[in-house]
């Protein structure tokens, strides 16, 4: 009997942002088959790739392999506007598209009016706004949840009345709320021509599709979007996205089992930073956190948004190796500590006078608890080998480890995908 394949998962495990695209390319020729499994546009992977930077929003990052199949899967939102734009780009760029990328038809579609929602719905919060990113993201989920959203597969058949439908459901809505003062013409104008495009693609059962290779002992490399602490389920609620982000969405985003789930690869920045609202108790609010910022471009590849930054914080990251059940940690981002004369890492939290190790059920309010470790002061973006890291960032990489429980096999010290160390 054929042995199985399996499939792997690259998962961000705090707050996003962490470097997937990169990781999903350098990993690539190790798979047959790639796939997203949650998420929509509001998740920029960015991949600089033989010069040239890339953002993609929709489309796996194994896309510039040309002898892989890519796949969107179910657990996916579209904007089809955004989706022919972005596959445009990379078609322009002399990357083929049609065969390669198959959809899920059990994908949910991200309307005009559900980005419309998404700006009502934040502005009648008033100061409690979640920060989102406006894409429509979050309606979309919800119609999805309520069993009146439209799916890839409802373009192949009767369409128009499907979409008037819902259209006209969100009108309502919007006229409740008193949130008239939009127009969306050209830009539903330009959705409808994201529709017609979407059509040239292959629109599959893509869990159907995925399953057979696992079957025929090909390997699918299930690609993450944000983090888990923006996980619907078991991040910082409600400020998080409106998807499963974990390893639990991967079964659940590509239609496959438990038992078909190998290695979960955790990736985390040597630092932490967050975009838009809520708790991050290792914010930082000086010199410091502006510095981190700065070195690593800490602007979202979607929004353009300042993200907040801070130290590594391990309370988090215990939690997300726990809940996603990590076999692996990436470490992305090491060369932007180069130069700090202390490196601080947050152990625990308190608040209130009592010391948490676990992560509480609220963490708006807690205090991070910090160890210090000494810098490297030294560049480790020319360096090629673990054999030529300084002592002191060894010593960073042993704690981390000691700490977490779980290896750290692979180390990101710089933009370009040759500028991974694996150990």
Not at 126 to 152: E, F, H, M, Q
Not at 284 to 310: K, M, S, W
Request: charged fraction near 25%.
């Amino acid at each position: 009997m054929k042995q199985q394949g399996k499939v792997d998962a690259l998962l961000g495990i705090v707050f996003g942002d962490e470097g997937k695209g990169k990781v999903v390319d350098v990993f690539t020729p190790r798979y047959d088959i790639v796939a997203r499994f949650a998420g929509g546009p509001n998740a920029g992977h960015t991949i600089i790739f033989e010069g040239k930077k890339f953002v993609l929003r929709s489309i796996p990052s194994g896309i510039f392999d040309p002898g892989k199949l890519n796949i969107i899967g179910n657990g996916c939102v579209i904007a089809p506007d955004l989706f022919m734009a972005e596959a445009m780009e990379l078609e322009s760029a002399g990357y083929e598209l049609r065969n390669r990328l198959h959809i899920s038809k059990r994908a949910h579609l991200i309307l005009p009016t559900h980005r419309v929602l998404d700006r009502a719905y934040e502005a009648a919060k008033g100061k409690n706004k979640v920060g989102t990113t406006g894409k429509g993201i979050g309606p979309t989920y919800s119609d999805k949840a309520s069993r009146t959203g439209l799916r890839v597969g409802d373009i192949l058949e009767d369409f128009p009345t499907k979409y008037a439908a819902l259209k006209a459901r969100h009108e309502q809505i919007l006229r409740d709320l008193h949130y008239t003062d939009y127009d969306i013409t050209e830009e539903e104008q330009r959705w409808l021509q994201g529709v017609e495009y979407m059509r040239q693609f292959q629109l599959t059962d893509t869990e159907i599709e995925i399953n057979k290779a696992l079957q025929e002992g090909k390997n699918v490399l299930a690609e993450g979007a944000q983090g888990t602490m923006l996980d619907i389920d078991h991040g910082t609620y409600p400020f998080v996205s409106s998807s499963s982000t974990t390893t639990g969405g991967v079964c659940t985003g590509l239609g496959v089992g438990p038992n078909k789930i190998g290695e979960v690869y955790g990736i985390f920045k040597a630092y932490s930073t967050r975009v838009g609202s809520g708790p991050f108790p290792v914010e930082l609010f000086d010199e410091t956190g502006d510095r981190i910022r700065e070195i690593g471009h800490e602007y979202g590849a979607v929004t353009g948004r300042n993200r907040r930054c801070g130290w590594v914080d391990l309370v988090a990251l215990r939690y997300a190796i726990m809940i996603n059940g990590v076999t692996q940690l990436i470490m992305m981002k090491s060369d932007v500590l180069d130069g700090f004369e202390t490196i601080r890492a947050c152990v625990a939290y308190e608040r209130d006078g009592q010391v948490m190790h676990d992560m509480p059920f609220e963490t708006e309010g807690c205090k991070a608890v910090y160890r210090d470790l000494p810098g490297w002061k030294e560049d480790l973006s020319s360096m090629t080998s673990e054999e030529q890291f300084p002592q002191a960032f060894r010593d960073y990489i042993h704690f981390l480890e000691e700490e977490l429980q779980t290896p750290i096999t692979i180390l990101s010290v710089g933009p370009d995908r040759a500028q991974t160390i694996v150990r």
